[in-house]
């Protein structure tokens, strides 16, 4: 069976695509596990290939459990926005100017819903044990609607993975992130893990200990 | 239920659906049709948006069921049940300029970018208007070039910038617009600033460079 052309988008997530009748696939990458509809039917569950690094596709037969598992992801929403292209495409830009390592969503006080650009290494001497930088983070409004309190954070390698569209996010109570791009061809969405980190929301100057301490407030918490 | 005159001559009821007999009459009645039409994308945008909300938040697996529903019972496509749900998300901002909207989603949704305030300043500048057609929305995206980005601590950030050069072609008032549009576009792509030079800034007004 040969890769519905409709997935070709979807080789830069993973060599391989999952299919089950009547027309769902699943696509496993390291940052994303993406979920869709085909526009046309298939009749056997397979496993294709999207390039010519991996073997022909071959047809499987169980592959309605690992489709229950990937719907059981995400059930119980907590907030929903949409991510215009044109702010995840400055996100990308300003996490590559400002070196950030993750990107957090959440609800600002006055501002509405923001995503804010930081280092997460900026605080672990372990991680960055030489490296004297000036922590730079970057903060923009997505929307100014109010939402629930709520938080996650993804890393800068899985947010330029994103495809460059508006994105219906949606983010559930497991600390999934689902982002449906709203002008692809084929109805899908990609899902992502909270990172469980968060910016310092504080440094200063240690005068004993010669050094910047910075104050990182727990993500459970 | 027919109603009765004194009489008793039995008289049709007013249905309310009597047709204009003058030009005034049918004008009223195509402009107040035409800009109720944008207020129904609206509507049903926002009960889009609510459902998907609403049935979210206690299974996502209820609004994939409505959403195919809608879907295979050929009412609203997959692909434009995405759009309308992100013109429902801005509900709020768009109802208030309803009567200025053209009464197609594709052209409702091209103005997802603006907020209330620019809204309302193009209404009120009349740049927003019910007879806009998809490719003027379009250029009206593309001259929004406002920002909001917060940078806070070290280091100052530092903005590509492209420039374009002159190219000795001559420019017409005719193309002006075209190429004011070009100019935005290169912006909105590139995400650069575009910096014009001093005859560019003389053809193009103050406000490009």
Redesign the interface.
Known sequence: MEAPSALVSCRRISDEAILMPPSQFLVIGDEFLVSGTLPSKIKKSAVVSLSKKVEPSTTITDAKGLFEKAQQLGTRSVAGFTLPSKILKRLKALGVELGSTHVRFFPHEERGIVARLFDARIGSDVLLPRLKRIHAAATITISDHPANDFSITISIETLNHLPADDLLVSVYRDGIMEAEPVSAKIAHSFYCRDQGVCEPYTSFRHEKLERTVYFVSHPSE | MADVAIDGEILAPDDGNALPTDVSGWKIKITSSWKSAAEGILRVSKDLHDA??SL??????LWLDLS?QLHDENIIS??IQ??L??IG??Y?ELINVAAYLPPRYNAIYNL??F?KAQLEKLVKSKKLTPNLEDREVGALRLVDNSS????????A??HSVLRVFQTGKRVTNANKAALSAAVAQIR?IS?FEVVLSPKGIELLGEDEG
């Open positions: 998907r909300k979210k938040d206690v299974d996502r697996r195919k997959l692909g995405r759009k749900l992100v998300g801005k709020p997802r970018a907020d909001d980005v917060e940078t806070v601590a070290e280091p950030t530092r909105e995400g």
